[in-house]
């Protein structure tokens, strides 16, 4: 079954990016009753988040905080609770800590840290019984992963925990510094991330140009499982000049 191809735009910088996400957000609070959002970490949403915690003046309309929503998120290192420096949940909560409040009401319903099946699956029911994702934001790694989905894996699994690649060890070693960045995670499945209602993925700087070209130009295929996304039939595409350059052509409107 065919499914419209991901709608691209390719802006004049990655802050050109941040009043767009935001919009995301705003209309799905207000468009959904109490929807689950889930956020993506990494440097490539750092400068959304941050502009996010302005939104942050309970119950005034008009502001996304001042309208319901539950909050999650893609993935967790093994063994990294949220108090843990380098985890996920801890970067979310300090970029942004409204979200830290919503994780102390429970309505930020944190990926497990630790390798135990019944948590996960504890964890993949209770997105379900929020209701599901119904914005999912998502970036994307230089081998194509998107959240630990690393190359090679299931394009429908479902949470799981998962051996990291060396490239996105490489890639997080910078983060911890003089330790050496962990080895496993626990994930959302590809699977999982196709079951939100929309997607939004973003990517800024020529890094992540070989990934974009082969996540929209090359085959569907666990060799780029962000090539996934192409499966679904909601899909904004956010990417500045330089992480388009491998798609660039009469096709993508600028
Ligand atoms: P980044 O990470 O935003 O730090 O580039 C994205 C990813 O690896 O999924």
Redesign the pocket.
């Known amino acids: 079954m065919s499914v419209p191809a991901p709608e691209i735009r390719i802006l004049p910088s990655a802050e050109a990016a941040v009043p767009l996400l935001l919009d995301e957000l705003r209309r799905t609070v207000t468009r959904f009753e109490r929807p689950l959002v889930s956020f ?1 970490t ?4 750092t400068a959304m988040l941050r502009a996010l915690v302005r939104e942050f003046t309970v119950g005034k309309p008009g502001t996304i905080f001042g309208r319901e929503f539950s909050a999650t998120h893609l993935d967790e290192y093994a063994g990294f609770d949220p108090t843990r420096d380098g985890g996920m949940v801890h970067e979310l909560t300090t970029a942004c800590p409204p979200l830290s409040a919503m994780l102390a009401a429970e309505r930020f319903l944190p990926v497990p840290h630790v390798e135990d099946a019944a948590a996960i699956g504890r964890h993949a029911e209770r997105l379900r019984a929020a209701g599901g994702v119904k914005l999912q934001f998502l ?3 230089r081998n194509g ?3 630990f989905n690393e190359p090679g894996t299931d394009l429908d699994g479902g949470f799981h925990a998962t051996d990291l690649a060396e490239a ?1 060890r490489r ?1 997080a070693r910078a983060r911890f510094a003089p330790a050496e960045p962990p080895r496993r995670a626990i994930t959302s499945g590809v699977g999982t991330i196709l079951g939100a209602e929309r997607l939004v993925l973003c990517a800024f700087g020529s890094a992540k140009a070989p990934a974009i070209e082969a996540m929209l130009r090359g085959d569907v295929s666990p060799a780029c499982p962000a090539s996934a996304v192409r499966r679904h039939a909601d899909v904004l595409v956010l990417l500045d000049a330089a992480a388009a350059a491998g798609i660039t052509d009469e096709s993508v409107a600028p």
Not at 42 to 45: E, L, P, W
């Open positions: 993506a990494g440097g490539t949403f970036g994307i790694g992963h998107i959240a996105t890639d």
